[in-house]
Each structure stands twice: as C-alpha cells, then as structure tokens.
C-alpha cells in the first residue's frame, strides 16, 4: 500500500480520535502518536524533504498539548505542574 494513502488513513483515524469523549481518547492516540515516526520516515524517504517537514508540522500541530506534557514531565515537572502549565486556569 502506498505511504500516502496509509497517511490518509492515518488522518482520518485522528479525526475519528478526536471525535471520541476526552476518557476514551488516550489509547487510540497513543497509538497514533506512536505510529506517526515510521508513517513521516516512510514518508521522507519515498517523497523527499519537503512532504517530510509538511508531515512533521502536522503531527507537531496535531499532538502539540500531549508532546508538551511529556516535555515537561521529562525535564522533572510533577503531574499536577504539567498539566497546570498546559491547561493553565481551566479544568
């Protein structure tokens, strides 16, 4: 199967993700998030730099909230002072 149309699929199962209740989100975008560096290697290698970074941008606009939580846990930040700085006044 070509890259591209495994990347749109992989788009639709984002968006079919995202339609989901906020409870029933984590798993299947952890998956996503998980599969997305293999679907943007595959996609640089075949298509060349410009659909790469194209790629990167999407996944980076797509999971910036989840890729910042982790940022922050790495660099020593507790749960609640993660998600604090993420969500800031809103629960």
Known sequence: MNVLVLGCI???LGAATAMLPIRYQTLPGLALL???PWLIWQ???EYGWLPLL???AAV???FRKP???FALR???ATREGARQRI???RR
Do not use: F, K, P
């Open 10 to 12: 992989w788009v639709l």
């Open 74 to 76: 790495a660099t020593g």
């Open 43 to 45: 996609i640089g290698s």
């Open 60 to 62: 980076l606009s797509m």
């Open 34 to 36: 998980l599969s997305a």
């Open 67 to 69: 890729l910042r939580y």
């Open 54 to 56: 194209l790629a990167i």
């Open 87 to 89: 969500l800031g006044d």
